[in-house]
């Protein structure tokens, strides 16, 4: 199976850390969006788009990114890290997920953690989550690549 992982990663490198956890089991290389090439993309069996949270949505860069996209095909999964928990009925990567249907891609699922965040009021207590993602986190989100790796849809 070939696999690409397209992450923006700005502030801590919580995301591309657990983007790089999925790329273990998947064997899958990870990109910037300005790195990704949209004809490999194209060419791969599963592509995973990831981002930070911020303002409750997903990064603009990996959104205009996917907007910027031609229709797709094949497997695409979402994952987000963020300081805040998600909430169930909005998760984080719903709008995401939706934008990868109407081009085209079939959603094989969404996974998020919490993460260490300075926005600006936690800025003044120096951060929360400043242990996250940890390696339960980690291993959560090997977890999933695993099932996507296997086949098996997870919560889109």
Same mark, same amino acid.
């Given at each position: 199976? !070939? $696999?690409v992982i397209v992450c #923006? %990663? #700005?502030s801590h490198g919580n995301t591309r850390r657990v983007a790089d956890s999925m790329a273990q089991v998947l064997g899958a290389k990870v990109v910037s969006p300005e790195q990704a090439d *949209? @004809?490999?993309l194209a060419a791969a069996d599963l592509v995973g788009f990831g981002s930070g949270v911020f303002? %409750? !949505?997903l990064h603009p860069d990996l959104t205009d990114f996917v907007k910027a996209? *031609? $229709?797709g095909r094949g497997r695409a999964f979402v994952f987000a890290t963020s300081g805040l928990p998600e909430l169930? *009925? @909005? *998760?984080f990567t719903r709008p995401l997920v939706r934008l990868l249907e109407g081009k085209g891609f079939e959603p094989a699922g969404s996974? %998020?953690?919490r993460a260490f965040d300075t926005w600006a009021p936690f800025k003044l207590v120096g951060g929360i989550n400043k242990q996250r993602p940890n390696a339960g986190d980690l291993d959560a989100a090997r977890a999933f690549a695993e099932r996507l790796r @296997?086949?098996?849809a997870t919560r889109p």
């Open positions: 199976m !070939k $696999a #923006v %990663s #700005v *949209p @004809a490999e303002y %409750s !949505k996209l *031609p $229709a169930p *009925p @909005a *998760p996974f %998020s953690c @296997a086949g098996r």
